[in-house]
């Protein structure tokens, strides 16, 4: 199973950046794929996550109106739009694939190398 994430890169506040997340290894259109983040210090978290099937979308409150994700099933790729960005928003980003449409970790199985974004002020 692998995970690659790319698009990360630095971009003053109130720019946009366009993450990617390449799958292969499993079946992509039965797994729920989540994006996370974990800035210097502190813990990993949720950032948003697309469900299988129905396809909805779920976003941390810090993040909701700002990022959108979205997937292809025929392409086994996700994506996280970024929008108006802020220094907050610096960290390094993950994709994960898992059994469990959750918010959290432990919902997931595998995970990529992450991509850092670094937002100047």
């Known amino acids: 199973v692998t995970l690659v994430e790319s698009g990360g890169g630095l971009v003053q506040a109130g720019g946009s950046l366009r993450l990617s997340c390449g799958t292969s290894?499993?079946?992509?259109?039965?797994?729920?794929i989540g994006w996370f983040r974990q800035a210097p210090g502190k813990e990993r978290e949720g950032v948003s996550y697309?469900?299988?099937?129905?396809?909805?979308?779920y976003y941390a409150d810090s993040v909701k109106g700002r990022f959108t994700i979205s997937r292809d099933n025929a392409k086994n790729a996700v994506w996280l739009q970024m929008n108006s960005l802020t220094p907050e928003d610096t960290a390094t980003y993950y994709c994960?694939?898992?059994?469990?449409?959750?918010?959290?970790?432990?919902?997931?199985?595998?995970w990529g190398q992450g991509t850092q974004v670094t937002v100047s002020s």
């Open positions: 994960a694939a898992g059994t469990y449409p959750s918010m959290g970790e432990w919902a997931y199985d595998h």
């Open positions: 697309i469900k299988i099937g129905d396809g909805r979308t």
């Open positions: 290894g499993f079946t992509f259109d039965q797994a729920n």
